[in-house]
């Protein structure tokens, strides 16, 4: 088959272009498998230039995508993103990690690719962090904690939410852990919204970094690391987290939804982003134990950081905590739209164009604001 009618039956049949295309060549640096930039432009059909000594364009007229050389700060259509491992440079070419083509790029960049999208999300799970005698991260200065506003932006987006037609199940609704053990407070709630067939998963967090640090803010959301993959912050820590390892050796539930999870995680971080002007640091990865067993995608959101007095300030206002409620609702909007964009109606899928993004344009071109 032809490469244009290959993609053409990607297009209307939902086939996953990247396993029915031959596979790119892969060089094997370490542990880790890697494929070259130029092959990458070239299969998902990207010019590709370097912008600078250190950085690599892959653009089109939707899309941009700036690669670090030797780095995991990757920037797409204007967000901070994590790759799951460093760039490397090799011969003159850059070359990035498989994984992060396959599990980052494609779902950002070309998600018709990614395989069959589920189903639009009827049933919504919300998961205001911590409560009860679990205070998560806390200001003392301000006397704020974190479990009195997860809840109270749980609450606010239900609201939203039940008013657009969706069905909200709630892991808690009151200042209560869902369980009073701690080991399994985690995992059962990732469990509840499988028991409540949720068809998306939003836990909603509020960050802090350990003292003496007061000056880290920012906004940033966390989808589940693919398997292999470490978490975004543990490189800092030297800790390897990746699966598989001697705690979990069999594939996590939640990295059947690797692609919709970034999806997912983009459109959110996008939508916070532009509400609450706050700062990008970056869409990453980690192993949240309260995503691990997900049966549906799922999200991590850390809005804002009650560690910083400027931002705990913010938080502290019902008109900001609602504003953040908006933006996930929002971003879940854009989710469901996107899912659509991706399920065509055959005639119509068969008079586009091939291979061409399906991300909202509009979207993609509006890089979010950041703070002066
Ligand atoms: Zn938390």
Redesign the pocket.
């Known amino acids: 088959m032809s490469r244009a009618l290959l993609r053409l039956a990607c297009v209307l049949f939902g086939a996953s272009c990247a396993q029915a295309a031959s596979p790119l060549a892969v060089l094997r640096m370490g542990r880790v498998d890697y494929v070259r930039a130029t092959d990458v432009a070239e299969r998902l059909n990207l010019r590709l230039r370097w912008i600078s000594a250190h950085q690599l364009e892959m653009a089109d007229s939707a899309h941009r995508v700036e690669l670090p050389s030797e780095g995991r700060a990757a920037t797409i259509d204007g967000m901070v993103v994590y790759l799951g491992n460093p760039t490397a440079t090799r011969g003159g070419g850059l070359f990035l990690s498989k994984v992060d083509y396959e599990r980052r790029l494609i779902p950002l960049v070309r998600p018709q690719l990614g395989g069959p999208p589920p189903a639009r999300p009827r049933i919504i799970a919300l998961d205001p ?2 409560g009860g005698s679990d205070h ?2 806390e200001n003392p200065r301000l006397h704020m904690m ?1 479990k009195t506003f997860t809840i109270d932006v749980g609450l606010r987006l239900r609201k939203l939410l039940e008013s657009e037609g969706y069905q909200v199940v709630m892991t808690r609704t009151g200042d209560s852990r869902f369980s009073n053990y701690p080991l399994v407070d985690l995992p059962m709630r990732s469990q509840f919204a499988n028991l409540k067939h949720a068809d998306l998963f939003i836990s909603i ?2 960050n802090a970094t350990p003292p003496p640090d007061k000056r880290t803010r920012g906004t940033e959301v966390f989808s589940f690391a693919p398997r292999s993959q470490r978490s975004s912050d543990s490189w800092g820590r030297n800790e390897d987290d990746s699966e598989p390892n001697q705690q979990y050796p069999e594939p996590a539930p939640a990295n059947r939804n690797d692609t919709w999870n970034v999806v997912l995680a983009n459109v959110v971080q996008h939508e916070l982003l532009h509400t609450l002007h706050t700062e990008d640091i970056g869409e990453k990865i980690a192993h949240w134990l309260v995503l691990r067993g997900l049966n549906c995608p799922g999200i991590l959101v850390e809005s804002a950081f009650i560690s910083n007095d400027e931002e705990a300030g913010r938080v502290a206002t019902p008109a900001f905590r609602q504003q953040i409620a908006e933006a996930l609702a929002a971003g879940i909007r854009d989710y469901s739209a996107e899912l659509d964009s991706l399920r065509p109606s055959l005639p119509a899928a068969a008079s586009q164009p091939a291979a061409q993004p399906s991300v909202s344009p509009q979207r993609a071109l509006m890089p979010p604001q950041r703070p002066s």
Do not use: I, K, R, S
Request: glycine share 28%.
């Open positions: 962090g911590h998560g991260t974190e967090h509020f």
